[in-house]
């Protein structure tokens, strides 16, 4: 899954005004940025395989740091210890939204990846699979970002930037799932991604115009 973890950027940012969004677009890929660090380190492996899934290329054999479950958890605690080094989000409430929103990650994938995903290291491996059926793929995570977008714009104040920013993501969901060519190298994903991941975040950014302010509030 790619756009559709944003979902929870937006449902976070409605549940807690006073984190910016760009952060919560980094805490909800947190997970998939370590990981394409990890792969260009050579300690996680992905290799490209067209047709493995429907959806996505990606034979992703060995990730037991970032996309097992106990990693998952480790980093969403992290997480919660950063969040309370921070002034401006220190706060269980607050640290656990950021918390939560690291999570999401891990849950989001499980729906869509093969059973490439393990509880713990690489053994017992989990996955739904739903990127074998396309439509059914693409359809799900738009209903998703939208659900999550719609959270956040019903409560934000000046939409105009965000609605801008959601209609981008779909457009990004639009390409990613249709017309995104397989990737030559596993490099090559892992750059992409964070390139991906970066833009995204600094949209969010502009987007949010509130949290510049928030953002130095007591
Ligand atoms: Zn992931």
Redesign the pocket.
């Known amino acids: 899954?790619f756009v559709g973890h944003y979902s929870m950027s937006f449902a976070g940012k409605a549940a807690e005004p006073r984190i910016p969004l760009w952060l919560l677009f980094i805490a909800v890929q947190f997970?998939?940025v370590l990981?394409a660090i990890f792969v260009l380190l050579g300690i996680e492996k992905v290799r490209i395989v067209p047709g493995i899934t429907a959806t996505s290329p990606l034979d992703l054999y060995y990730m037991p740091y970032?996309?097992s479950l106990v990693g998952a958890i480790g980093w969403s605690l992290l997480a919660f210890v950063v969040c309370q080094l921070v002034p401006n989000l220190r706060g269980s409430r607050t640290g656990w939204i950021v918390a939560l929103a690291v999570f999401s990650?891990w849950v989001l994938?499980l729906l869509v990846h093969r059973p490439d995903m393990p509880l713990y290291d690489s053994t017992f491996k989990m996955g739904f699979s739903l990127w074998n059926y396309r439509i059914a793929a693409f359809v799900v995570e738009l209903v998703v970002l939208l659900g999550g977008a719609a959270l956040y714009l019903r409560a934000a104040s000046r939409k105009g930037r965000i609605s801008t920013f959601v209609l981008i993501l779909v457009v990004v969901h639009v390409y990613g799932t249709f017309f995104f060519p397989p990737p030559p190298s596993d490099r090559a994903i892992a750059l992409t991604a964070l390139s991906f991941y970066t833009v995204l975040a600094l949209i969010a950014w502009w987007a949010d115009p509130g949290q510049q302010t928030n953002a130095y509030q007591s």
């Open positions: 899954m997970v998939d990981w970032t996309h990650h994938d």
